[in-house]
Structures are given as structure tokens and as C-alpha cells.
């Protein structure tokens, strides 16, 4: 009775240890196969496309956007003190730091993740994955490997694109509209912004890239045989990938602070 | 050339292959027939490693590769081809680049040797002038035939048919297995074919053998196959309209 119940109980967690286990034997498998010839450059180039340049207009829109709320909110709080003059800095900390990995992180996971996660679970179901097998191609190495490397250099260049943008977003809503000294919007950048805010957000940004690659493109890889199964795959993917990004940014962010 | 010893395998918990013996012969057109669920695919998919067995053998020529993975599953991988149920052709690639898909990732070749090989094929098949069409504009018969045009592309020494002929009208259903039997005579490779498709696969197959409750029930040349007198084997063969021959009971 007291075995039953126990293992009624473990049975979920053991569940969860084991695909925690796959997954990492799933990203160390990729990365090993990566190191192997044949380099597949084109493969990485393609996915780069599709991930990075693909996801720019999003990515920019919503920078746009993130920097002109946070630029119009951040300036009725600061003139209550009369610091109008260091808006500047307070939307590029928010955005270098925080607001740009994180946001480009999630738009990349909605756009670019899930479409991975699909494409991958697809070529499983419609045994394009298989076909890979019998060819002696490795799929970690022919699929997978590219789309990591793809993440892993994608994500920083859409968040310092992102950065670039909403710091531009924030100056529109503030300087143009709302009348703060440019000079004082740049000036307060200058000095509020130290290189570990930057080096952090690229840390941050890298992370996620692999973060996102890894979840999608592992959903996808052992997704079921069904219709179904696809969709439930799709879900999880973006659910976890955006779920680990929050949990990860908070880690990270109390380790560099 | 392709030897299984005591296979078992389990699927979510279910038995499904339970001690198969199997040996394939050489340059043979080998058929396996069997109920839907069986696990005939399955055991194809275990010839070439793309599943391990719980326990047994499975042995291509003088290599054990149930327990192999990584760079040595992939030399013995190398002398196989396999046309999968649905084709597996590559979505995002057209008929030609699929084609020419393991030309230029697995030999590296490239320009107008890929382009020469790549066209001696379709014609093979009878997909002329379709190189640039891609896998969504096919019908189930052209696929298959692209399929088969990607297997037999590497000339490999073995190739694994799964259901060739499922989702297929009669005749481009014997067509698909004219095909098969042709390329096989002509080419000489060592095919196993998983099909339910009886009985046009008795007048194709060299060899017939047949999956029930996960042990292979009985193997023989085609014509002796016919004149099996073992009830079960007899009801599923006669149902396809097989006339069975009076003789020896096998199996």
C-alpha cells in the first residue's frame, strides 16, 4: 500500500528526471556532432537567416514600442522629482539590461521556436528524420547542430538591434513629443551606461539563443506520432522555452548584478 | 546477408517482436507479410538499426549492430537504402535535390556527375523530366517512385521496402512492384520488402515470410509458400485471392 502510494508518487518526478537527462544528452550530442566534419556552413547560414533576419521586423516593432511606453511611464515618474534629464538612461538600463534580451528572447520563441519546433517535428512524423538515419547523416549534426549555432549567434544581434531601436523609441516619446533636452537624453546614457551592463545583456542574449534552439528543436526532435502530438509538442516548446527564459534572466541577473 | 537471432522487442511496455529468427539471403527479393500491428515494421526498422532490440541479434554480413551507434552504425548504414511507407522525401528539396540529396552529402560530389546520375535514375523510375518538381506536387505513386530513385541513387547492396504500395490504387500499386522487381533483377541488391499486398507479392518475391505473435511463423521460397497447409497462413493468404497449391505442411 505505502510501496503503491510512493510510487505513484516518484513515478512523475523520475518522469521528469529522465527527460531532464535526455535533454541534456540531446544538446551535448548536438554539440559534439558539431565539432565533427563535414562543417555544414550553408545549413548555419540558413538557419541564421531564418531565425535572425527573418525575426527583425518583429523584433524591431515591438522595440519600438517597449522603448515609447517605457520612455512616456518613465517620464511622468521623473518629473515628479524633476530629473526629467535622466530619462535617457533610465529607458537604455531597462532596455540594455532587462527589457531587450528578455522581450527579443520571447518574440524570437514565438516566431522562430515554434516554426523550429513544427519543422522538426514534422520531418519526425513524416520519417524525414529516419530517411537521415539510413542515409548515414547524422540529424544532430545535419539538423540540429546548425539551428544551435543559428540561436547561439542570431539572438545577441536581434537584442542589440532591439536595444538600438527602443533607446531610439524612447528618445521619439521623450525629446520629439513629450520635450526633454536631446542633449541631456544622450548625455544621461553616456554616463549611466558601463560596459557590464552591455557584456551582461549580451550574456543574457547568448543564453537565451541556446536556450530557445535547445527546447524548440528537442520538443520537435521527440514529439509524437500524431497530429496531435505535433501541436501538444508546439505548445510546450514555447510555454518552457519562455518559462526557463524568465526563470534563467532572474538567475543570471542576481549572479551579474 | 541480413541475420536476426532471438529478437525481442517491447513498445510502451507491449511485446511486440518475441524472439524472431530471420535470415535474409543475398541478392533475393525476401517479402515479410503479417497482420496490421504485427510489428513488421518494426522489424525492418531493427535490420538497420534504427531500433535496438531488447534482447538478440541482429547481424549484417559478418557485423552484430544492435548494440553499435555513432560512426560505426553509420559505415554499416552506408551499404543500405530504405523506401519508407511515405517516402520521406525531404519537403523544402525538390524531386532532383532529394534525388541528389546523399550524392553530395554522403560522396561529396558535386556539378555534372550529380546532374548525370541524378537524371539515369529518374528515368529508371519513370520520373523524366519531373526533377523540378517538389514532393507536394507529386502524386502517392510519383513519391514512391522518387523514393525509390533516392534508394537506389548510392547503389547500395541491401535495400528495405516498408509497405511500398500503401495508399495505392491497383495498378500504380503493380506498377510500384514491377518497378521494385525490375530494379531488384537488374541491379542484383539484396531486398526486403514488408507488404500486405497479396498475391502480387508471390509473383515478384523470391522468398515470403510471414510475422505472427511476434515470431516469424514460416519462411520459404514463394512458390512453396503457396502450398503451406498451416490454417492460419492459409487463411491470410487465400484471402487476397492466392490460389493455394496442394502440398507439404511448413511453418
Given at each position: 500500500m505505502i510501496i503503491k502510494m510512493v510510487e505513484r508518487i516518484g513515478a512523475p518526478v523520475v518522469a521528469r528526471v529522465e527527460e531532464m537527462g535526455r535533454m541534456l544528452l540531446f544538446v551535448l550530442s548536438a554539440f559534439a556532432w558539431l565539432m565533427r566534419p563535414p562543417f555544414r556552413?550553408?545549413?548555419?547560414?540558413?538557419?541564421?537567416?531564418?531565425?535572425?533576419?527573418?525575426?527583425?521586423?518583429?523584433?524591431?516593432?515591438?522595440?519600438?514600442f517597449t522603448g515609447m511606453v517605457l520612455a512616456l511611464q518613465g517620464y511622468y515618474s521623473l518629473r515628479k522629482f524633476g530629473s526629467e534629464g535622466l530619462l535617457g538612461s533610465a529607458v537604455a538600463l531597462s532596455m540594455i539590461r532587462e527589457l531587450g534580451p528578455v522581450l527579443a528572447a520571447l518574440m524570437v520563441t514565438a516566431r522562430a521556436g515554434s516554426a523550429m519546433t513544427a519543422e522538426v517535428g514534422i520531418m519526425r512524423i513524416t520519417e524525414q528524420i529516419d530517411a537521415l538515419d539510413t542515409m548515414a547523416i547524422n540529424p544532430m549534426q545535419y539538423l540540429i547542430a546548425p539551428k544551435l549555432v543559428a540561436g547561439l549567434i542570431g539572438v545577441p544581434l536581434l537584442v542589440a538591434i532591439f536595444d538600438v531601436v527602443g533607446i531610439y523609441g524612447g528618445y521619439l516619446v521623450g525629446v520629439d513629443l513629450l520635450g526633454v533636452n536631446a542633449g541631456s537624453y544622450w548625455n544621461s546614457i553616456e554616463s549611466a551606461v558601463e560596459w557590464k551592463d552591455v557584456y551582461g545583456g549580451i550574456l543574457k542574449s547568448i543564453s537565451f539563443g541556446l536556450i530557445i534552439t535547445w527546447i524548440c528543436s528537442y520538443k520537435g526532435y521527440y514529439t509524437r506520432q500524431s497530429a496531435e502530438g505535433l501541436g501538444t509538442?508546439?505548445?510546450?516548446?514555447?510555454?518552457?522555452?519562455?518559462?526557463?527564459?524568465?526563470?534563467?534572466?532572474?538567475?543570471l541577473t542576481s549572479v551579474l548584478l | 546477408?541480413?541475420?536476426?537471432?532471438?529478437?525481442?522487442?517491447?513498445?510502451?511496455?507491449?511485446?511486440?517482436?518475441?524472439?524472431?529468427?530471420?535470415?535474409?539471403?543475398?541478392?533475393?527479393?525476401?517479402?515479410?507479410?503479417?497482420?496490421?500491428?504485427?510489428?513488421?515494421?518494426?522489424?525492418?526498422?531493427?535490420?538497420?538499426?534504427?531500433?535496438q532490440p531488447d534482447r538478440g541479434e541482429v547481424w549484417v554480413g559478418d557485423v552484430e549492430i544492435s548494440r553499435l551507434s555513432g560512426t560505426r552504425l553509420n559505415d554499416?548504414?552506408?551499404?543500405?537504402?530504405?523506401?519508407?511507407?511515405?517516402?520521406?522525401?525531404?519537403?523544402?528539396?525538390?524531386?532532383?535535390?532529394?534525388?541528389a540529396f546523399p550524392l553530395r552529402e554522403k560522396l561529396r560530389m558535386k556539378g555534372p556527375a550529380v546532374a548525370q546520375r541524378v537524371e539515369e535514375k529518374l528515368e529508371q523510375v519513370g520520373l523524366k523530366g519531373m526533377g523540378h518538381k517538389f514532393p507536394a506536387?507529386?502524386?502517392?505513386?510519383?513519391?514512391?517512385?522518387?523514393?525509390?530513385?533516392?534508394?537506389l541513387v548510392m547503389e547500395p547492396e541491401i535495400i528495405l521496402f516498408d509497405e511500398p504500395t500503401t495508399g495505392l490504387d491497383p495498378l500504380m500499386a503493380k506498377s510500384i512492384?514491377?518497378?521494385i522487381m525490375t530494379m531488384q533483377r537488374r541491379f542484383g541488391f539484396?531486398?526486403?520488402?514488408?507488404?500486405?499486398?497479396?498475391?502480387?507479392?508471390?509473383?515478384?518475391?523470391?522468398?515470403?515470410a510471414m510475422l505472427r505473435q511476434g515470431k516469424i511463423a514460416a519462411m520459404a521460397p514463394a512458390i512453396e509458400f503457396q502450398r503451406i497447409t498451416d490454417p492460419d497462413i492459409h487463411e491470410f493468404i487465400s484471402v487476397g485471392g492466392t490460389v493455394v497449391l496442394p502440398g507439404s505442411h511448413m511453418g
Open positions: 556552413f550553408s545549413h548555419m547560414l540558413k538557419q541564421l537567416h531564418f531565425i535572425g533576419y527573418k525575426s527583425t521586423f518583429v523584433v524591431v516593432l515591438t522595440a519600438g509538442a508546439t505548445t510546450e516548446a514555447v510555454v518552457l522555452s519562455s518559462v526557463v527564459i524568465l526563470v534563467w534572466d532572474y538567475f | 546477408m541480413i541475420k536476426l537471432i532471438g529478437v525481442e522487442k517491447k513498445l510502451g511496455g507491449q511485446p511486440v517482436l518475441q524472439g524472431v529468427d530471420l535470415a535474409i539471403p543475398a541478392g533475393k527479393l525476401t517479402t515479410i507479410i503479417g497482420r496490421s500491428g504485427e510489428g513488421k515494421s518494426v522489424l525492418l526498422k531493427h535490420m538497420i538499426g534504427l531500433m554499416v548504414r552506408k551499404r543500405f537504402a530504405m523506401l519508407f511507407q511515405g517516402a520521406a522525401l525531404f519537403d523544402s528539396l525538390s524531386v532532383f535535390e532529394n534525388v506536387e507529386l502524386s502517392g505513386g510519383m513519391r514512391k517512385r522518387a523514393g525509390l530513385a533516392r534508394a512492384h514491377d518497378l539484396t531486398a526486403v520488402m514488408v507488404s500486405h499486398e497479396i498475391p502480387e507479392i508471390f509473383a515478384i518475391s523470391d522468398w515470403v
